[in-house]
Protein backbone atom coordinates (compact mmCIF):
# COMPACT_ATOMS: atom_id res chain seq x y z
CA UNK A 1 0.00 0.00 0.00
CA UNK A 2 1.60 3.06 -1.50
CA UNK A 3 -0.67 5.99 -0.20
CA UNK A 4 0.38 9.95 0.71
CA UNK A 5 -2.98 11.58 1.86
CA UNK A 6 -3.41 15.70 1.37
CA UNK A 7 -5.80 17.77 2.46
CA UNK A 8 -7.00 19.59 1.77
CA UNK A 9 -7.57 19.09 -2.28
CA UNK A 10 -8.66 22.43 -2.97
CA UNK A 11 -7.46 25.99 -0.81
CA UNK A 12 -7.95 29.33 -2.18
CA UNK A 13 -6.76 32.09 0.36
CA UNK A 14 -6.49 35.83 0.32
CA UNK A 15 -2.97 37.82 0.76
CA UNK A 16 -3.36 37.98 4.12
CA UNK A 17 -4.71 35.01 5.00
CA UNK A 18 -3.21 32.06 7.32
CA UNK A 19 -3.78 28.24 6.40
CA UNK A 20 -1.91 25.38 5.94
CA UNK A 21 -1.59 22.44 3.98
CA UNK A 22 -1.69 18.63 5.62
CA UNK A 23 -0.14 15.26 4.86
CA UNK A 24 0.07 12.16 6.02
CA UNK A 25 0.99 8.60 4.88
CA UNK A 26 1.35 5.13 7.07
CA UNK A 27 4.06 3.56 5.09
CA UNK A 28 6.61 3.79 7.74
CA UNK A 29 8.81 6.05 5.70
CA UNK A 30 11.29 8.41 7.30
CA UNK A 31 11.71 10.89 4.78
CA UNK A 32 8.57 13.11 3.44
CA UNK A 33 8.93 16.36 0.76
CA UNK A 34 6.79 19.51 -0.41
CA UNK A 35 7.13 20.19 -3.94
CA UNK A 36 5.18 22.70 -5.81
CA UNK A 37 4.33 22.30 -9.59
CA UNK A 38 3.00 25.17 -12.07
CA UNK A 39 1.20 24.09 -14.83
CA UNK A 40 3.03 22.42 -17.47
CA UNK A 41 5.92 21.96 -15.58
CA UNK A 42 8.05 19.20 -13.80
CA UNK A 43 7.92 19.28 -9.78
CA UNK A 44 10.32 21.47 -8.27
CA UNK A 45 11.71 21.04 -4.69
CA UNK A 46 10.53 22.81 -1.83
CA UNK A 47 11.42 20.98 1.80
CA UNK A 48 12.68 17.89 2.39
CA UNK A 49 12.85 16.11 6.19
CA UNK A 50 14.52 12.94 7.27
CA UNK A 51 13.56 11.53 10.61
CA UNK A 52 11.55 14.54 11.44
CA UNK A 53 13.99 16.70 10.93
CA UNK A 54 14.47 19.19 8.49
CA UNK A 55 17.11 18.29 5.99
CA UNK A 56 16.51 20.18 2.57
CA UNK A 57 15.55 24.03 2.05
CA UNK A 58 15.62 24.54 -1.35
CA UNK A 59 15.70 28.47 -0.82
CA UNK A 60 12.37 28.95 0.00
CA UNK A 61 10.65 32.18 0.82
CA UNK A 62 9.91 32.58 4.58
CA UNK A 63 6.20 32.85 3.75
CA UNK A 64 6.34 29.12 3.57
CA UNK A 65 6.83 27.30 7.17
CA UNK A 66 7.21 23.61 6.46
CA UNK A 67 6.56 21.67 10.13
CA UNK A 68 6.77 17.86 10.72
CA UNK A 69 5.14 17.20 13.82
CA UNK A 70 5.90 13.20 14.16
CA UNK A 71 7.02 10.48 11.54
CA UNK A 72 4.09 10.32 10.14
CA UNK A 73 2.57 14.18 9.81
CA UNK A 74 3.87 16.64 7.44
CA UNK A 75 2.37 20.33 7.53
CA UNK A 76 3.09 23.25 5.12
CA UNK A 77 1.96 26.75 6.60
CA UNK A 78 1.35 29.78 4.73
CA UNK A 79 1.16 33.09 5.30
CA UNK A 80 0.86 36.61 2.79
CA UNK A 81 1.19 34.23 0.00
CA UNK A 82 1.43 36.04 -3.26
CA UNK A 83 -0.95 35.24 -6.68
CA UNK A 84 2.23 33.78 -7.96
CA UNK A 85 2.26 31.75 -5.12
CA UNK A 86 -0.92 29.99 -6.82
CA UNK A 87 0.35 25.88 -7.97
CA UNK A 88 -0.23 21.89 -7.26
CA UNK A 89 1.56 21.59 -3.53
CA UNK A 90 2.75 17.80 -3.79
CA UNK A 91 3.69 15.63 -0.63
CA UNK A 92 5.77 12.79 -0.71
CA UNK A 93 7.51 10.45 0.94
CA UNK A 94 9.88 7.41 0.54
CA UNK A 95 11.32 4.99 2.82
CA UNK A 96 14.67 6.93 3.92
CA UNK A 97 16.25 10.46 3.05
CA UNK A 98 19.35 8.04 0.98
CA UNK A 99 19.49 8.45 -2.90
CA UNK A 100 17.85 5.79 -5.41
CA UNK A 101 14.80 5.74 -3.03
CA UNK A 102 11.66 5.43 -4.51
CA UNK A 103 9.50 8.48 -3.89
CA UNK A 104 5.59 8.29 -3.73
CA UNK A 105 3.59 11.56 -3.98
CA UNK A 106 0.14 12.15 -2.74
CA UNK A 107 -2.54 13.94 -5.18
CA UNK A 108 -1.84 17.52 -4.17
CA UNK A 109 -3.41 20.55 -2.89
CA UNK A 110 -4.07 22.77 -5.14
CA UNK A 111 -3.54 26.31 -4.02
CA UNK A 112 -5.01 29.38 -5.44
CA UNK A 113 -4.03 33.03 -3.91
CA UNK A 114 -6.09 35.57 -4.78
CA UNK B 1 25.45 17.96 -12.72
CA UNK B 2 22.79 15.11 -13.55
CA UNK B 3 20.03 15.53 -15.88
CA UNK B 4 17.20 13.85 -17.65
CA UNK B 5 16.25 15.10 -21.13
CA UNK B 6 12.45 13.53 -23.08
CA UNK B 7 10.90 14.65 -25.58
CA UNK B 8 8.38 16.88 -24.92
CA UNK B 9 5.42 16.76 -26.99
CA UNK B 10 2.61 16.61 -26.97
CA UNK B 11 2.37 13.34 -28.46
CA UNK B 12 -1.10 12.45 -30.24
CA UNK B 13 -1.53 9.05 -30.77
CA UNK B 14 -4.90 7.17 -32.14
CA UNK B 15 -5.99 4.38 -30.12
CA UNK B 16 -4.36 0.47 -30.14
CA UNK B 17 -0.94 2.72 -32.05
CA UNK B 18 2.26 2.21 -30.45
CA UNK B 19 3.77 4.24 -28.29
CA UNK B 20 7.43 5.52 -27.76
CA UNK B 21 8.67 8.03 -25.05
CA UNK B 22 12.20 9.03 -25.19
CA UNK B 23 14.11 9.06 -22.09
CA UNK B 24 17.80 9.86 -22.19
CA UNK B 25 20.01 10.87 -18.62
CA UNK B 26 23.23 12.20 -17.62
CA UNK B 27 24.68 10.95 -13.98
CA UNK B 28 27.75 11.32 -12.31
CA UNK B 29 26.90 8.30 -9.44
CA UNK B 30 24.81 4.85 -10.13
CA UNK B 31 21.19 5.97 -10.44
CA UNK B 32 17.80 4.57 -9.85
CA UNK B 33 15.51 5.14 -12.94
CA UNK B 34 11.82 6.25 -12.84
CA UNK B 35 8.96 7.03 -14.84
CA UNK B 36 5.82 8.74 -13.24
CA UNK B 37 2.31 9.27 -14.50
CA UNK B 38 0.49 12.32 -14.03
CA UNK B 39 -3.44 11.77 -14.83
CA UNK B 40 -5.41 15.77 -15.49
CA UNK B 41 -6.06 17.25 -12.27
CA UNK B 42 -4.04 14.65 -10.04
CA UNK B 43 -1.05 14.25 -8.64
CA UNK B 44 2.13 12.34 -9.74
CA UNK B 45 1.94 8.33 -9.80
CA UNK B 46 4.97 6.05 -10.13
CA UNK B 47 4.53 3.73 -13.52
CA UNK B 48 7.78 2.01 -13.19
CA UNK B 49 11.10 2.14 -12.31
CA UNK B 50 14.30 0.59 -12.56
CA UNK B 51 17.46 0.58 -10.10
CA UNK B 52 20.18 -1.14 -12.43
CA UNK B 53 21.70 -1.72 -15.91
CA UNK B 54 19.62 -4.11 -17.65
CA UNK B 55 16.32 -3.76 -15.50
CA UNK B 56 13.50 -3.76 -17.20
CA UNK B 57 10.34 -2.21 -15.58
CA UNK B 58 6.67 -2.76 -16.29
CA UNK B 59 3.32 -1.80 -15.18
CA UNK B 60 -0.28 -1.16 -17.06
CA UNK B 61 1.30 -2.41 -19.72
CA UNK B 62 4.09 -0.18 -20.23
CA UNK B 63 7.93 -1.21 -20.19
CA UNK B 64 11.50 0.28 -19.69
CA UNK B 65 14.26 -1.04 -20.03
CA UNK B 66 17.74 0.58 -18.20
CA UNK B 67 20.25 1.13 -20.75
CA UNK B 68 23.53 2.12 -19.62
CA UNK B 69 25.54 1.91 -22.56
CA UNK B 70 22.92 4.32 -24.18
CA UNK B 71 21.97 6.09 -20.83
CA UNK B 72 18.52 5.36 -21.79
CA UNK B 73 14.92 4.31 -19.80
CA UNK B 74 12.46 5.02 -23.17
CA UNK B 75 8.59 4.43 -22.39
CA UNK B 76 6.82 1.94 -24.30
CA UNK B 77 3.20 0.26 -24.49
CA UNK B 78 2.11 -1.94 -27.28
CA UNK B 79 -1.41 -0.62 -27.74
CA UNK B 80 -2.25 2.52 -26.20
CA UNK B 81 -5.92 3.27 -24.61
CA UNK B 82 -7.71 6.69 -24.35
CA UNK B 83 -7.30 6.10 -20.50
CA UNK B 84 -3.19 6.58 -20.75
CA UNK B 85 -3.83 10.21 -21.76
CA UNK B 86 -1.87 12.58 -19.47
CA UNK B 87 1.78 13.67 -18.67
CA UNK B 88 4.80 11.62 -18.00
CA UNK B 89 7.41 12.01 -16.02
CA UNK B 90 11.05 10.64 -16.91
CA UNK B 91 13.29 10.53 -13.50
CA UNK B 92 16.38 9.70 -11.49
CA UNK B 93 17.16 9.31 -8.30
CA UNK B 94 21.51 9.13 -8.03
CA UNK B 95 22.89 7.06 -5.31
CA UNK B 96 26.38 8.31 -5.86
CA UNK B 97 24.82 11.95 -4.83
CA UNK B 98 24.70 13.11 -1.54
CA UNK B 99 21.76 14.81 -1.64
CA UNK B 100 18.51 12.96 -1.97
CA UNK B 101 16.75 14.96 -4.82
CA UNK B 102 14.73 13.42 -7.39
CA UNK B 103 15.73 14.95 -11.41
CA UNK B 104 12.78 14.95 -13.36
CA UNK B 105 12.59 15.87 -17.54
CA UNK B 106 10.49 18.08 -18.44
CA UNK B 107 7.03 16.07 -19.02
CA UNK B 108 5.73 14.39 -22.11
CA UNK B 109 1.87 15.28 -22.89
CA UNK B 110 0.26 12.04 -24.36
CA UNK B 111 -3.19 12.46 -26.16
CA UNK B 112 -4.65 8.87 -27.60
CA UNK B 113 -7.75 9.54 -29.79
CA UNK B 114 -10.53 7.37 -29.86
Known amino acids: DTEVTQTPKHLVMGMTNKKSLKCEQH?????MYWYKQKAKKPPELMFVYSYEKLSINESVPSRFSPECPNSSLLNLHLHALQPEDSALYLCASSQVLSSGNTIYFGEGSWLTVV | GDSVTQMEGPVTLSEEAFLTINCTYT??????LFWYVQYPGEGLQLLLKATKADDKGSNKGFEATYRKETTSFHLEKGSVQVSDSAVYFC?????????????FGKGTRLHILP
Open chain 2, 27 to 32: ATGYPS
Open chain 2, 91 to 103: ALSDRGNRDDKII
Open chain 1, 27 to 31: MGHRA
